[in-house]
């Protein structure tokens, strides 16, 4: 950032610099010219045409300089058929005539005369009582104006230094003082990693108050998936104690039924293991990115799959076609498969799907119907048990609902089981968050 600033800095002041050079020097060169054009002027206006038609001054020129050899200042007055009259300064040099097309004053720089710049101005006029025309040269040496001229840079280039550098140094005491509280952010989060606080609390300018509201909103999200998984693994190992205690107990004792004892107690292994992987997975999912999924295209791919499974049950759906939720896909269709595959195993042939979306809501509710025997009221909570079945006639781990409700619960959804009234079975109301 400080180079940047230096470096436009730097190039608008030699930008500037160079265009107010020209203009300082236009301005001083201009004013020494008005020096020259009014010696000129005063030459042309006293001068006249003598006996045998040379030019003579009818008063004599009032700087004395043209009177002094070599002095700098010096004039030349120069006729077609007459003999060039100079000024005594110029001792027996001659200054150059210029061919020039236009009427009025000229000027311009000659070094004609080795070691002696001049600025020359000269003009040709007719004078009265003659048909010449004269041309009327007055030339200065050029070490007044050069002098006034570099004077004029070296003051303009030493300013223009220091204004420089001293923008410099203010972008430089801005971008130090702008990022300084980054640097406090910086200390909290090493002081953070060596345990002394868990969170930045430092007072901060309001410019970066959401980059620590969003770092310590990350902190609180990896903490809470920490803690999360030190559930998971706890529940699991409690989960999976209680069974690994029979097998090794029946093993030990040789028991007659160790066979069935074993498939049992794997059986109740394997379920509670799917059970929190599933959500594990969908925490890590959660926590992955800002999820979002299309509800009706993975509704449509569970119901082919369903479809396949049971050929004789009518799958029908309608509501909101545009409807998105803050859940990955896979989370999304695991949730509806298990939903709509309940329906279709235990109802009586007949489910039907409605997606309900509210603009002024911000959840967006799934509603799986079946025209089964439903589940009393009182059997509702439990059914949500891990491992608990109500109709053990077919096949299952009784963990489906269990998944729904904990995966549903980890994005911020919910499940509730109500009675429906179109079909007379159970309705299935899964809540979830919109995206």
Not at 94 to 110: E, I, K, N
Not at 251 to 256: G, L, V
Not at 326 to 333: F, K, T
Not at 415 to 427: F, I, M, P, Q, R
Request: net charge negative; aromatic share 6%; with cysteine.
């Amino acid at each position: 950032m400080i180079g940047m600033a230096a470096l436009w800095i730097g190039i608008l002041l030699i930008g500037g610099g160079v265009a107010l050079d020209r203009i300082l020097v236009s301005a001083v060169t201009r004013s020494f010219d008005d020096g020259l054009n009014y010696v000129l002027t005063a030459m042309i206006s006293s001068a006249e045409i003598g006996p045998e038609g040379e030019v003579l001054f009818n008063r004599p020129l009032a700087d004395q300089r043209f009177l002094e050899p070599a002095s700098g200042l010096y004039y030349q007055i120069s006729g077609k058929g007459h003999e060039d009259w100079r000024s005594r300064s110029l001792w027996d040099r001659a200054l150059r005539v210029q061919p020039h097309d236009t009427a009025g004053f000229t000027a311009h720089d000659s070094s004609e005369f080795p070691g002696e710049p001049l600025r020359v101005m000269q003009q040709e006029v007719i004078l009265p009582g003659s048909n010449t025309r004269w041309i009327f040269i007055v030339a200065q040496a050029r070490s007044a104006l050069d002098a006034q001229i570099k004077a004029l840079r070296t003051t303009l280039s030493w300013s223009f230094v220091l204004l420089g550098l001293g923008l410099v140094i203010l972008a430089a005491l801005q971008v130090f003082y702008g990022l300084r509280p980054l640097r406090k952010i910086r200390r909290e989060i090493v002081r953070m990693r060596e345990g002394e606080k868990t969170r930045v609390t430092a007072a901060l300018p309001r410019e970066v108050q959401p980059l620590v509201e969003e770092l310590n909103g990350l902190l609180d999200h990896v903490e809470q998936q920490a803690e999360e998984a030190r559930t998971h693994a706890g529940n699991l190992a409690h989960a999976l104690k209680t069974p690994l205690t029979v097998v090794m107990n029946a093993a030990t004792a040789q028991a007659s039924d160790l066979g069935p004892t074993v498939m049992r107690e794997t059986a109740t292994m394997r379920r509670q293991i799917d059970h929190h992987l599933a959500r594990a997975r969908a925490v890590g999912r959660r926590g992955a990115a800002q999820a979002r999924a299309q509800v009706w295209p993975s509704l449509e791919a569970v119901e082919r799959a369903v479809s396949r499974l049971y050929p004789d049950v009518r799958l029908d759906a309608d509501g909101d076609h545009n409807a998105a939720v803050r859940v990955e896909r896979q989370d999304l269709e695991d949730l509806l498969g298990n939903l709509v595959e309940n329906a279709a195993k235990y109802g009586g042939g007949s489910v039907f799907v409605t997606i309900q979306s509210w603009a002024a809501d911000a959840m967006i509710d799934i509603l799986v119907e079946d025209d089964g025997t439903g589940i009393p009221e009182a059997e509702r909570e439990r059914i949500f048990d891990r491992g608990a079945r109500l109709d053990t006639s077919k096949p299952g781990t009784g963990l489906g609902l269990a998944i729904v409700r904990d995966v549903a619960e980890i994005y911020g959804g919910s499940v509730a089981l109500e009675e429906s009234e179109d079909l007379g079975g159970l309705l299935v109301r899964l809540c979830l968050p919109k995206a």
